[in-house]
């Protein structure tokens, strides 16, 4: 037996199929790929994440969208969707569709046993390759913990703020947003 020829799509055709899908997927030098559906906690955590960050930012030059807006980054070809990010300043967009972004200030990850790996790894990878990025936090939806990690001025990605006890809180520096981890993780259920 042999194996069937992989088909390999445009971005153009990603973008025309994934308007039309009654499901988000990702993209990736013409591979699509399925995003998986999230489980109970992630889905609390990104909820909390959306209205403590929307109702901090509101007023402010700063907006924050959640995981249904899809970002594009052309130095490695990837389209997805963060759980949730922050845009400072004029949104910058790939087309006069309106829904691919290209300018994130900030991506925040709610990490499941599926994709922590990816988002961890891989994934930071190609995030750290926008030029508008500063921060990427990470949530954890199997346990109690979130990191942040910044780009400094020399272009440098470190470790900036991290929590892994209820008490905590970590910081998203560059829009001077604190973030409790009880605030977070608020109506989960069977974390440590």
């Known amino acids: 037996m042999t194996a069937q020829p992989q088909k390999i ?3 153009e055709e990603y973008l025309e199929m994934e308007r039309e899908a009654d499901y988000k997927s990702e993209y990736y030098q013409g591979e699509i790929f399925a995003m998986a559906g999230a489980g109970f906690n992630h889905n609390r955590i990104t909820e909390n994440l959306s209205v403590e ?6 007023g402010k ?3 924050g969208y959640s995981s249904d807006l ?3 980054i052309p130095a490695n070809g990837l389209f997805t969707y963060p759980d949730f990010l922050i845009i400072c300043g004029k949104n910058e967009f790939l087309n006069d569709k309106k829904d691919t972004v290209l300018n994130p200030t900030v991506i925040l990850e ?5 994709t922590a790996r990816y988002d961890k790894g891989e ?20 346990s109690i913990g979130a990191e942040v990690w910044r780009k400094n001025e020399e272009g440098v990605w470190f470790l900036a703020s991290v929590a892994y006890d209820i008490g905590g809180s970590i910081e998203i520096g560059s829009v001077g947003l604190e973030l409790t981890l ?7 259920e069977d974390l440590v």
């Open 182 to 188: 009880a605030d977070i993780y608020s109506g989960t």
């Open 70 to 72: 899809r970002i594009h």
């Open 61 to 63: 030059s700063c907006r």
């Open 53 to 58: 960050v929307g109702t901090f930012l509101k």
């Open 9 to 11: 799509y445009s971005e």
């Open 110 to 114: 709610v990490l499941s046993s599926s």
């Open 123 to 142: 994934k930071f990878h190609f995030y750290r390759s926008i030029p508008s990025l500063k921060e990427y936090a990470i949530v954890d939806s199997l």
